[in-house]
């Protein structure tokens, strides 16, 4: 087990990853804020599902889905339909628009990556890919651990 002045640092350094955060969101385009991007970039990983299931994916409330849904709706980026299984209930689908505003926002990521991390090599990369995942995964990360719906 890791020593405590470890976790010390670690906490402070994950608490500054808020600022990685903040960097990635100001390469969004102005038409579609970091909730909308959560929404359209799960619905692209995930496929189409219930807007609960894209709550719980979020981890926010069903208010705060259904203002992203909304959102992603009328710029065109996703479809909803009634549920056949449920039909108070609507299934969520990205369109071709949402599958380009996709691309867009993989381009920008990728490239603000890039161009942080351009100091690092291919294992330094690759080392922080694992080990992000593996912190993710000792939390219990719902998006890695059920199914879409």
């Known amino acids: 087990m890791a020593a405590q002045r470890h976790y010390d640092e670690l906490a402070r350094q994950l608490s500054a990853v808020g600022a990685v955060k903040r960097d990635m969101a100001r390469i969004l385009p102005h038409d579609c804020p970091a909730g909308s991007a959560a929404v359209l970039t799960l619905l692209a990983r ?4 219930r807007m609960s299931r894209l709550a719980e994916l979020l981890a926010v409330d069903m208010s705060v889905t259904s203002r992203h849904v909304a959102h992603v ?14 039909r108070r209930s609507r299934i969520l689908r990205l369109t071709d628009e949402g599958r380009a505003q996709i691309a867009e926002l993989n381009v920008r990521t990728t490239q603000l990556l ?16 694992t080990l992000m995942t593996r912190l993710r995964e000792s939390f219990g990360d719902c998006r890695t651990t059920r199914t879409p719906a």
């Open 73 to 86: 709706a009328d710029r065109g980026w996703i479809e909803r339909h009634p549920d056949p299984a449920d």
């Open 114 to 129: 890039a161009d942080r991390l351009a100091g690092w090599s291919d294992d330094e990369v690759s080392q922080l890919i």
């Open 46 to 49: 995930y496929g189409e599902m």
